[in-house]
C-alpha cells in the first residue's frame, strides 16, 4: 500500500509540473491582469493560483485543449470576478452607445492612454468599475483586440467601445488629480527584527519569533504548518546566497523585499509576514513566483517607491540597509 500512494503521489507531481510548464509562458500576462483587477500585487497572485488550480481540475473533463491564452483568461476574469463580489465591490455599469473607436487606434489620444494604463500603480485600477477595468487592462496593458476583448467579457464589441473610452478617461482623471504624498510608514519593530536576524543568518533568533502554530506559503511550491516543518524552510535559506531582505511596504501591507544581487535596483521578489503579538504567524514567501517583483510598487522604510530610485545613481543593497 505504502508503494502505491507513493506511487499515485509521484504521477501527480509529475501531472502538475507538466501542466505548470504548459502554462509558464501566459502566467505573467494572467498576473498582470488579476493584480490590477484585485488592486494587489500579493491578492492578484492568490487569484492567479486560483485560475490554474481550477483550469488543472478542468482540463480532464475537455475533450480537445481549447486555445491555451484566451481559455486561462477567461477563467481568471471569472475568478477576479468572484474575488471581488467576495469584497462586495461594485460589480456593474450602465453601457453607453459606443464610440468610434478603430481596433489598430493609433491616434496620439489613444497611444497617450495606452502609456498612462501601463504607468499606473496596481491599485489605482480599484477607481474604475470592474468592466472598465477589464476592458483598460486587455486593451492598453496587455494590448488585446477588440475583438478578443469582446469574445472574454461576453460583450459586443460596441459595448468594448465604450466601456474602454470611459475607462480611459476616468483613469486619466485619476492621474491627473494632485494629492498629497503619501508620509513614509514606520514599519513595525518585529518586522525589522526579522529582516535583521535574516540577513545575519541567525536561524535560531529567527525560529524563537515563530508562533507553535506557524503557517508558511512557499507560493506555487508548498505549504507547511508548524514550527518543525517549517524550520527546513530557513535550513534551505541558508544553503542560498542570493538573497537580503530590506523592510518594505506594499499595497499599504509591510512586506520584505528581497534582492538577489547588491547591483540590483528592485527587488526580485518579496515575503508577507502575519504577526500575532509579536510573533511570526505566517509567512508567505514569492521566491518561486519569478515575475511578481516586476511591476510591485515596493517602498523601502523611510525611502521612495522603487520605481523612482532605479533612476538614481544608488540602488540596490545601499538602499536597502
Known amino acids: 500500500m505504502t508503494g502505491s500512494h507513493d506511487a499515485i503521489l509521484a504521477e501527480l507531481q509529475e501531472s502538475r509540473q507538466r501542466f505548470l510548464a504548459l502554462v509558464d509562458e501566459v502566467r505573467p500576462e494572467l498576473h498582470r491582469y488579476c493584480a490590477r483587477m484585485t488592486g494587489s500585487i500579493a491578492e492578484g497572485e492568490d487569484v492567479v493560483q486560483d485560475t490554474l488550480a481550477r483550469a488543472y481540475y478542468e482540463l480532464p473533463e475537455l475533450k480537445e485543449l481549447p486555445p491555451l491564452r484566451p481559455w486561462l483568461f477567461r477563467i481568471a476574469h471569472n475568478r477576479a470576478i468572484d474575488y471581488l463580489r467576495r469584497y462586495e465591490r461594485r460589480m456593474t455599469e450602465p453601457i453607453d452607445d459606443a464610440f468610434d473607436l478603430a481596433d489598430d ?181 514569492f521566491r518561486y513566483v519569478s515575475y511578481i517583483g516586476r511591476e510591485a510598487d515596493i517602498v523601502l522604510s523611510g525611502l521612495m517607491p522603487l520605481v523612482e530610485q532605479s533612476r538614481g545613481p544608488n540602488s540596490g543593497y545601499a538602499n536597502a540597509k
Open 105 to 285: 487606434d493609433a491616434s496620439p489620444e489613444s497611444i497617450l492612454a495606452r502609456e498612462q494604463a501601463v504607468r499606473s500603480a496596481v491599485s489605482r485600477f480599484l477607481e474604475l468599475v470592474p468592466t472598465q477595468r477589464s476592458c483598460v487592462i486587455l486593451k492598453d496593458v496587455l494590448d488585446y483586440s477588440l475583438d478578443e476583448i469582446a469574445s472574454l467579457l461576453k460583450l459586443s464589441v460596441a459595448a468594448v467601445k465604450a466601456t474602454l473610452h470611459r475607462g480611459r478617461g476616468r483613469l486619466r482623471e485619476l492621474s491627473a488629480a494632485t494629492s498629497d504624498p503619501t508620509p513614509p510608514q514606520i514599519i513595525s519593530p518585529a518586522v525589522e527584527r526579522y529582516a535583521a536576524l535574516f540577513n545575519a543568518r541567525d536561524w535560531e533568533g529567527v525560529r524563537a519569533m515563530l508562533a507553535d502554530d506557524v503557517k508558511l506559503d512557499l507560493v506555487s511550491r508548498a505549504k507547511w504548518a508548524g514550527r518543525r516543518q517549517v524550520s527546513s524552510y530557513f535550513t534551505n535559506y541558508h544553503a542560498a546566497t542570493d538573497w537580503h531582505l530590506a523592510p518594505a511596504r506594499l499595497d499599504g501591507r509591510e512586506v520584505l523585499a528581497v534582492f538577489r544581487s547588491p547591483a540590483d535596483a528592485r527587488p526580485g521578489y518579496f515575503i508577507e509576514l502575519t504577526l500575532r503579538d509579536e510573533r511570526v504567524a505566517g509567512i508567505r514567501d
